[in-house]
């Protein structure tokens, strides 16, 4: 049985599965890893970190696109 969470992405509070890390809250927003910054709790999160770092109940998540130009 899968509890849900409530965390706040960009502002939002939404639900999602306990356990979703990083790397599968990404998956699940159609983000590239690549392409964006993560911030928990106004903490940047390395990209290596992604995978393996479980986001809890009440998280504050902010989610930074890089874009480029010239």
């Not at 502002?11 to 999602?16: C, H, P, W």
């Not at 999160?45 to 902010?62: K, N």
Request: net charge negative; proline share 1%; hydrophobic share 40%.
């Amino acid at each position: 049985m899968s509890d849900n969470i409530e965390l706040t992405i960009n502002g939002k509070q939404k639900q999602f599965s306990s356990g979703v890390t990083i790397a599968s809250l990404l998956d699940e927003l159609c983000l590239n890893a690549k392409q964006v910054a993560v911030e928990v709790n106004l903490e940047l999160v390395p990209r290596e970190s992604h995978a393996a770092h479980t986001l809890a109940e009440g998280d504050s998540i902010e989610v930074h696109t890089l874009v480029g130009g010239g």
